[in-house]
C-alpha cells in the first residue's frame, strides 16, 4: 500500500472505532484519541458553549489543555481571538480552521489573550460543527512551539469532519431522550430559533402574545430548562432539523 492509502485507512479505522463506541461520551473519546492519533497535537479536546450564559454545555478533552489558565481572561479577550470568532459565525456544515489562518505567532504574542490563556498552546486546529444560534460546538486541537499545522494535516482534518459530525450526530441521538410537545410547542419553538421575539411569534402564528408565554412556559416545564436558548438547543441542536 502507498503512504496515502496507508493514512486513509487509518482515518477509516478511527472512524469506524467510534461508530463502534458510540455510548461512550458525547463525543465518544475513542473519537477523540484516534483524531489526535491522526493529526499528533499535544491535546484534542471536544467543547459547547452557550455564548449569552459563558456557560460550558459539554466537554471532552484528552489532556486538560489550559489546566492554569482562567476562563475570564479567555472571555476579557474574547474578541482578539480571530480564530475563535470564526467558529462562533453560522455556518451549515462542518468547518476546519487554524490559529495560523489568521495571525502569525508573532502577531498573537502581541495580543494580551496569547500572555493570559493562549501562551500554552498557541496553535491550534479546529472542526467547528453546525449548532444552535448563540452557541459553539467544536473539536480542537493544541500545539505548543511555534510550527503551525501542515497542510496534509489540515487536509485530513477537513475530510474527517463531515464523517465526525454524523458520529456526533448519531451519539447525541442515542443519549437524549424523546421530547414530547404539542404540535404548537415546536411552532413556537421554531420559531424562537429563527430569532423571533414573542410579538414576532404571535404575529406570525396568528395568536396572542400570551398565548406564545404560554406555550414556552409549557414547553419549559416538559424540558426541565429554563430559558429560550436551552429549549431550543435541548430540542433542535442542529440547524437542519429545524
Known amino acids: 500500500m502507498t503512504t496515502a492509502e496507508v493514512h486513509l485507512r487509518r482515518m477509516a479505522d478511527v472512524l469506524a472505532e467510534a461508530r463502534q463506541d458510540l455510548s461512550d461520551g458525547l463525543p465518544p473519546m475513542s473519537l477523540l484519541w484516534g483524531l489526535q492519533r491522526l493529526v499528533p497535537c499535544d491535546a484534542a479536546s471536544f467543547c459547547e458553549l ?39 459565525r453560522p455556518h451549515d456544515a ?13 502577531e498573537l504574542r502581541n495580543l494580551p489573550i496569547y500572555t493570559d490563556f493562549l501562551a500554552p498552546h498557541p496553535n491550534i486546529a479546529d472542526i467547528a460543527l453546525p449548532t444552535a444560534p448563540n452557541r459553539t460546538r467544536v473539536f480542537q486541537f493544541f500545539r505548543t512551539g511555534p510550527k503551525p499545522f501542515t497542510d496534509h494535516e489540515m487536509t485530513t482534518l477537513t475530510l474527517m469532519a463531515p464523517h465526525v459530525y454524523d458520529i456526533y450526530k448519531e451519539a447525541a441521538r ?18 424562537v430559533a429563527r430569532g423571533l421575539n414573542t410579538p414576532q411569534i404571535a404575529e406570525q402564528l396568528v395568536v396572542s402574545p400570551s398565548t406564545v408565554r404560554k406555550h414556552l412556559e409549557n414547553t419549559f416545564g416538559k424540558l426541565g430548562v429554563s430559558s429560550r436558548t436551552a429549549a431550543v438547543a435541548r430540542v433542535f441542536p442542529d440547524p437542519e432539523v429545524l
Open 50 to 88: 452557550d455564548i449569552p450564559t459563558r456557560r460550558e454545555l459539554n466537554s471532552q478533552e484528552t489532556v486538560d489543555a489550559y489546566e492554569d489558565c482562567s476562563m475570564d481572561a479567555y472571555w476579557r479577550w474574547r474578541h482578539q481571538h480571530l480564530q475563535c470568532l470564526q467558529v462562533c
Open 94 to 106: 462542518p468547518e476546519t480552521t487554524q490559529m495560523a489562518d489568521f495571525l502569525s505567532v508573532r
Open 174 to 191: 442515542r443519549r437524549r431522550p424523546p421530547v414530547r410537545l404539542t404540535h404548537r410547542e415546536l411552532d413556537v419553538l421554531r420559531c
